[in-house]
């Protein structure tokens, strides 16, 4: 069965982007609230639906949980906007797309802490779901809010939907 490499090295960060350290994945999940990189990418289609991803039941944090289209660690000595495209390239095939920043803030579970750098896109094809991923599907927001607070996505996605792109009624 496939894991989360629990020995990655992972950037260590403060809330503006700097490297003051590393730590490994399974420190930076320990509940140690180290600060680390990821990057997200909200990838909506021509009529403004918005693809998630299933996350598979083999992952360290939120198994089997609807999450946002791409997102990943920042690994140690890569940039945002390269780990952008790495990401978006691994989990989902695509290449050919233009970023546009929506968003840096600081995410913290039990688990964990995150500095996120949030990006959205449009695409005009079908994304094809790595075996990173449990598939994945364009939501239109109709359904994306009536599934929120009912344990259908993770709360970090349900957190930064709500911040990025409005409140709970149209």
């Not at 680390?36 to 299933?54: A, E, I, N």
């Not at 089997?64 to 990943?72: H, I, P, Q």
């Amino acid at each position: 069965m496939k894991s989360d490499n629990s020995k990655e090295i992972f950037p260590v960060v403060n809330e503006e982007g700097t490297v003051i350290g590393s730590a490994t994945r399974g420190e930076c999940h320990s509940g140690s609230r180290l600060l680390h990189p990821v990057v997200h990418l909200h990838v909506f289609d021509k009529q403004g639906s918005l693809y998630l991803q299933k996350r598979p039941e083999w992952k360290d944090i939120q198994p089997g949980k609807w999450d946002t289209a791409v997102g990943g660690h920042i690994d140690f000595g890569e940039d945002v906007v390269t780990a952008l495209h790495r990401e978006a390239r691994e989990e989902l095939g695509i290449d050919d797309f233009e970023p546009t920043f929506l968003k840096r803030y600081v995410f913290e579970s039990d688990r964990e802490k995150e500095l996120v750098n949030a990006f959205s896109t449009v695409i005009c094809h079908e994304p094809k779901p790595s075996d990173e991923l449990d598939g994945g599907r364009f939501w239109p927001r109709e359904e994306i809010l009536a599934g929120i607070g009912n344990g259908i996505f993770t709360p970090n996605f349900e957190q930064e939907y709500i911040m990025l792109f409005g409140e709970m009624k149209d």
